[in-house]
């Protein structure tokens, strides 16, 4: 099995997880040992899947704006979350593939593998999503037909993106391409870099 064919599938399994209770605050029940990719994994879709509904949520035109401003706060310490588990992956690769020897003629890729896995959880997302207004019985046929072109188009994405992955997994391990971990050093969420923060201490 290859890498993405194993995180697509946990990331079906999360999002079917998630669904059971299909509520925001239902407290994450990871069944993978917590010092293995899958364990991250896991847990990087669980992440996207919840911030996934809570901007559903906050896009209510009715709702109320102390419980808008919470929930921002909730997507934003999600962000945060979501970016240090992605650092954290890619540390994972960074010392599986250590010992490689990358080869004179290698290239750096633009992106690192961790943030297209990224990318792959969230189209995970959207295939599940997506598929579910196929299945509307309360939908015009118009909205059933453009929805099923929509999915075929996210499945054409994920196949490729999957294949994509797992080639640059390929070029890393074989020397080919060599990979950085770069730190995304948010400034706005940081106390001693953000101007509206630190002018107010």
Known sequence: MSFTQKA???FEQVIRDYHLKDNVDTVIS???DRDTIDYKLYLKCWIDTVQWHLEDIIRDPH???VEALGIKRRIDRSNQERTDLVEDIDTFFRTQYSAVKVLPEARLNTE???????????????IWHMKEQ???SDADAGHIARCRGKLSV????QEDLSKAIDQLLEDIEAGRIYM???R???MYNDPSTNPILYNKA
């Open 8 to 10: 697509n599938r946990i």
């Open 63 to 65: 709702i109320d704006p």
């Open 30 to 32: 990871n069944p993978y």
């Open 134 to 136: 196929t299945e509307r």
């Open 180 to 182: 950085k971990v770069y």
């Open 154 to 157: 996210l499945m054409e994405q």
């Open 112 to 126: 690192s593998p961790a943030w297209a896995v990224d990318r792959l959880s969230i189209l995970a997302l959207k």
């Open 184 to 186: 995304q050093m948010k």
